[in-house]
């Protein structure tokens, strides 16, 4: 009778891990990057074009930073420090210039405010002015300014393609005159035809001097002192 055929080997398995060949590990998952955000300079009186901001930046891939004034509690930072925070996290301003962002000095102090905090920090700051009536409030500190019609559709189609640039590192070199344009917002007034106050030279003096134009705004309540100091014209390039 032929023996009993024997039983398969079996290897013990420390000895097959260490002659298999090791697995390769998965590609990392790449996390999604966060969207660019932008702070939205603006009155609180002026909901309605800031609601259709809002949902123009939600809808170009911008996380819009919106920022209104309620009474603070006993155990939150103050309104200055917030607002601060808020600039240093986004990428970009954008300063809607209407009549109502200046019909008090209190909305005006903060609007000056934010530029300085705009300067200071080197983040893009984009001016939209509304047309109509010259609004009298040069912005020292600028990236782009323009002209538009709230009402009209074509106007705010301007506006997103100026943020829609922005988003994809499109920003203006304002060093070109032939990009902005100097278009005199009114006729001169006596203090505006004086000469404009020397600024020291460099980094640290031209910080220096933004120092000064703010403090000298918050003194007078006007922010054409900061245009006289730095004798800076307003800049507009879209038409």
């Known amino acids: 009778m032929p023996d009993p055929k024997p039983p398969p080997k079996v290897f013990p398995s420390s000895l097959l891990a260490r002659t298999s060949a090791p697995s390769p590990a998965p590609p990392p998952v790449p996390l999604p990057k966060p969207p660019p955000k932008a702070f939205i300079s603006h009155s609180k009186q002026d909901a309605a074009l800031t609601k259709n901001v809002e949902l123009m930046l939600q809808n170009i891939g911008v996380e819009p930073v919106i920022m209104e004034y309620s009474p603070p509690a006993a155990e939150a930072a103050p309104p200055w420090r917030r607002i601060r925070d808020a600039v240093t996290t986004s990428d970009a301003v954008l300063l809607f210039k209407t009549e109502n962002a200046i019909v008090t000095d209190y909305t005006r102090s903060w609007i000056v405010y934010e530029v300085g905090l705009a300067a200071a920090m080197n ?18 500190y600028v990236t782009d300014y323009m002209l538009f019609e709230q009402e009209k559709i074509g106007d705010f189609l301007k506006v997103r393609r100026v943020v829609k640039e922005w988003r994809e590192g499109k920003v203006p070199d304002v060093a070109k005159p032939s990009i902005l344009t100097t278009i005199p ?7 505006e035809s004086t000469p404009p106050a020397p600024t020291p030279q460099g980094p640290v003096g031209w910080l220096a001097a933004l120092i000064v134009g703010l403090a000298l705004a918050a003194v007078f309540g006007e922010a054409e002192a900061l245009g006289v100091w730095f004798g800076l014209p307003v800049l507009r390039r879209h038409p």
């Open 123 to 140: 983040r893009p700051l984009y001016v939209f002015e509304r047309k109509g009536t010259p609004i009298h409030f040069p912005i020292p």
């Open 185 to 191: 917002a009114t006729t001169p007034t006596p203090a």
